[in-house]
């Protein structure tokens, strides 16, 4: 029979072994995810902070490249970033706060709240239909000349709703689904008329002053907000400032800024009663009928074939001049991603799937060269000659030339003065794509630009056949023909 103290030390052994085989794993995983995230930052798809999460303890945090690149600021993470539309679950909160307060009612209509808004559709529009985007309202970021004539300029609430959330319906409430940025500005109006604070008081002294997000806020151009990254675009030829963005515009759509350690706190206060009782918490994360979405969030149910049970994940992107940002959440594990990048256009979504994966120890796939990358740095090694074989070269492998992918970079091309290029690659698109009003409309405007009429003609009335509603189009053809 073995002694006491040999039962002990076996004990003993057994704990610190099980112990240092689950560091080493930790060791490695985290390993994996910083090798996964570098990848991307070394293809100059990603700037920003990444943090993982299980129970609010940080798994995997860490910070890659830079704030600000004119005084080579590096990220840290206290690095506050604009995260766009992730703004979109907070409000959501705050209009159920108010359900809960007895102040608003979910499937009464619009008019109740906002008496001068037009009222042939706010009798028509519920709150509900606001929060997930079954309203048949527009989304005012798609109106035209939206970047050059508004977004640059200060407007009151109510000079927006007027200017550029008050047009007509694109269909009956309720019966699809169109995401609307117009019904989360027209939600922030809701909230300040029924709780008689504004937007931004409310979402202080309602959600991050009791969570303590003390680096969290509504942004503003015009305070100093410490440590507050730059935003910047990401261009073939390197990075450039972005464009200026007065905040009264995103407003209750996107007006936010955070950093990842303070949207751990946020994921972990939804796990509990602070901010809202259990059957509003429960319609929250309710999707409509015509869509995934729910009140603020994106809600999917993840393969349990792939990963072995049911897993339920709340999510929800962000987009804003110079940044975009993730939020992914598994429920029954509370376990939390957080991607906040500065350099505009980040894959999130495969970044996501690719940590998610690492975590559960399943495939992952590794960032690789951007199609428009290859095809630039083919255009600066050969000319166009060299754009078009690596063009040829990449259909023959069966790489994704995206229609949209590949107009794109016409137009950045078009932008650097690269006009023989720009034709070159709007040729191989609408080759490609020969069915598409799109493709030729953009020929048809690159070879305008070069000062070749006849086959700017020809490519606009090609685009006209295919498209005959198209606008552009018709004003380019009845410009040419009259010259």
Known sequence: MLSKQLVLLYSFLIVSLALFSGATNANNQQQKMDSFIQKYH?????????????????????????????????????????????????????????VQDGKVELDKPIATY???????????????QLLNHTSGLTNYTQANNFRQNYSRNPYSVDEFIKLLCSDDLLFEPGSKFRYSNSGYFLLGAIIEKASGKTYQQLLQTNILTPLGMSDSGYD?????????????????????????????????????????????????A??????????????????????????????????????????????????????????????????????????????????????????????????????????????????????????????????????????????????MKKLDAAIAIFELNAAQYPDSANTHDSLGEAYLTANKPTLALRSYQTALALNPESESAKKAIKQLLLK
Do not use: C
């Open 114 to 128: 906002l008496p001068d808004y037009r009222p042939d559709t706010a009798q028509q529009i519920t709150v509900r």
């Open 220 to 268: 503003s151009s015009s305070n100093i907000i410490k440590y507050r990254a730059s935003g910047y675009n990401n261009n073939l030829d390197g990075y450039t400032n972005t464009a200026y963005l007065d905040m009264s515009i995103p407003y209750a759509a996107g007006s936010m800024y955070s950093t990842a350690r303070d949207l751990v706190k946020w994921d972990q």
């Open 42 to 98: 070394d293809l100059k798809q990603f700037n920003g902070n990444i943090l993982v999460a299980k129970q609010g303890k940080v798994i995997f945090e860490k910070s890659y490249g830079y704030a600000n690149f004119e005084w080579d600021i590096k990220h840290t993470p206290n690095t506050k970033f604009r995260i766009g539309s992730i703004t979109k679950q907070f409000t959501a909160m705050l209009t159920l706060q108010l």
């Open 270 to 415: 939804l796990y509990t009663n602070k901010l809202l009782n259990n059957e509003l918490k429960s319609q929250m994360y309710t999707t409509s009928t015509q869509r995934n979405y729910a009140l603020g969030w994106e809600v999917n149910q993840l393969k349990t074939q792939k990963y072995g049970k049911p897993l339920t994940q709340i999510q929800h992107g962000g987009g804003i001049n110079g940044f975009n940002a993730f939020i992914s959440r598994i429920a029954e594990e509370q376990l939390l991603v957080v991607i906040l990048n500065n350099t505009g256009g980040a894959p999130l979504t495969p970044m996501t799937e690719g940590l998610l994966n690492i975590y559960y120890d399943k495939p992952y796939k590794i960032a690789t060269e951007n199609v428009d990358s290859q095809l630039y740095n083919a255009l600066l090694a050969g000319g166009v000659a060299g754009l078009k074989s690596k063009y040829s070269e990449l259909k023959e492998q069966n790489n994704p030339l995206r229609e949209r992918t590949i107009n794109y970079f016409g137009y950045e091309l078009m932008t």
